[in-house]
């Protein structure tokens, strides 16, 4: 497909989703951030519920929501004030939720007419409210949309601008014939894994502490199904952490290219193989294989292996900086392409080549 196309359509990730990402993600916890801020210099001052009120929204599905507003009667520094708000958090929930309980507690100060603390923002003594703290659940329920939308939005410019990206579709003897280095870095999807774990948690935890929130209020049910979910994001962390050791164990190995017809080249490695292994391990497994894969198409879940040739499979020793290697693959057509793959200290690499011709 032309880049043009590719570029349209990577763009329309590139602006949704950032914009998803802030209006429900960033700007929130913006929000819960600057009000926790300002509330460390209020002042606590003691006043009666003026006027209290739970206001219900309805959805277009007739799902009714709740809203706790309240006012309240109060003097600071001789000045008497009538004003402020029951809770910086002003979104409406459902029944049995944060906002619910904010209102029983102060409908019961008001039917006793008794004194509540409200917190005063001394340099606006108008600006005052009952509840300050911040409520975890409604940022729980914003990071998700802060991490995952805003990093595919970054990930779609990062895209966009490879497409873009000078000789990014010159061929393998081109750049020999200029005299250019063809350096290729490995790829061991350890980043992917990370970001999938990443937005399974951040997914995960809102719905546990929902159903936590449940169980306490009914009593054990099938709400407690969804503790599965977090149990399975920890074994998403753990084996993110297990990648990124292999990864650091192994290092970052660079794959250059330095002829055709036979294809010749090397593996260098940085830091030389078994350096941050123990020092008794002087042989090291090392495995490379070199193939040509056809691009996925629909229907498929991963590319299609067309022609496969062992090149490395067996002990290496420790200190070894780099390795050669020889072969002769067959010319790729439309749509194929040649793979380098390494496997060293439980870490996998793949190295995607350029078209030779």
Known sequence: MDRLPLTLIALVFAILFPLVGFLFGLQPLYEHGQNWWRSRTSVAVAARVETLERAEHLSRKRIATYRTKATFRYTFEGRQF???????????????GFQDQLYDELRISQQRQSLVDIWVDPSHPERAV?????????????????????????????????????????????????????????????????????????????????????????????????????????????????????????GRPVLEITGLSPLRGSIHFSPAIGQRSPPLELMHHVSISLRLVKGVRSGQKKPIKIWEHCLQDGPVARGTKVLDFVAGPPRERMGEQLELVLELAGANYSFHLPRSR
């Open 82 to 96: 009538v004003g402020g708000q029951a809770s910086f958090y002003e979104t409406p929930e459902l029944h049995g």
């Open 130 to 250: 009952f509840n300050r703290t911040l409520n975890w659940e409604a940022a729980v329920w914003s990071l998700p949309f802060a991490l995952l939308f805003n990093g595919l939005g970054l990930a779609a410019w990062g895209y966009i601008l490879n497409l873009w990206r000078p000789g990014r579709n010159k061929t393998m003897a081109d750049r020999l014939r200029e005299g250019r280095q063809i350096l290729i870095k490995g790829a061991d999807g350890t980043a992917l894994l990370f970001v999938f774990a990443l937005a399974w948690n951040s997914f995960s935890w809102p719905f546990a502490t929902i159903a936590l929130e449940h169980i306490r209020a009914n009593g054990l049910s099938l709400a407690a199904i969804a503790f599965l979910f977090p149990i399975a994001g920890l074994g998403l962390i753990l084996l993110t952490w297990l990648q990124f050791r292999n990864r650091w164990l192994a």
